[in-house]
């Protein structure tokens, strides 16, 4: 529940309007959003990239998957892959693995959204735990996590 608490207090802290739900415990975020009944494409799924040396979080719609080259193109580096659990945990020790939330500045990481969450009014994600969303309008995540925005998904289209 630490960063439940963490997240909310961040929130609270920079006077941001935003609604906390819990659900029963779902894995993925297609799953969340059912839960949730919201549609895939408001659900926001954090994924965690290798970055050069770093670590980045990439975020898109539950119903769409991560482009890695067009993640590459947007981070700058070639290289850059799908992290490993092992390269991440101790960075979001505070979280349930898989259910990190999209502020990278929380961690010190950098954040990368997906255009198609750019253009919602809202964006609603995991808040550290597997039961646990939060829901907030998109233009106050974006003052606060900064994202760099472009495309990042496969299949944009369908």
């Given amino acids: 529940m630490y960063l ?4 909310k207090g961040f929130l ?6 935003y609604i906390h739900h819990v659900h029963r ?6 799953e969340v ?8 494409k408001v659900m926001a799924k954090t994924i965690v990239l290798k970055v050069g040396k770093g670590l980045a979080l990439a975020v898109v719609p539950a119903s769409l998957r991560l482009d890695l080259e067009a993640a590459r193109a947007l981070v700058g580096d070639r290289e850059a892959r799908l992290a490993s659990e092992l390269e991440f945990t ?3 020790a505070d ?3 898989g259910a990190m939330p999209p ?4 961690y010190g990481v950098p954040v990368y959204v997906d255009s198609a969450l750019a253009q919602d009014e809202e964006i609603v994600f995991n808040a550290g735990t597997h039961q646990d969303t939060i829901r907030m309008k998109y233009a106050d995540f ?8 472009g495309n990042l998904s496969l299949n944009r289209a369908a």
């Fill in 4 to 7: 439940l608490s963490r997240v």
């Fill in 12 to 17: 609270d802290n920079q006077q941001i309007p």
């Fill in 25 to 30: 415990t779902a894995y993925t975020a297609q």
């Fill in 33 to 40: 959003a059912a839960e949730e009944h919201i549609p895939g």
């Fill in 90 to 92: 101790g960075l979001f």
């Fill in 95 to 97: 979280c349930d693995v």
């Fill in 103 to 106: 502020f990278g500045n929380l």
């Fill in 142 to 149: 974006e003052r606060l996590a900064r994202p760099h925005v």
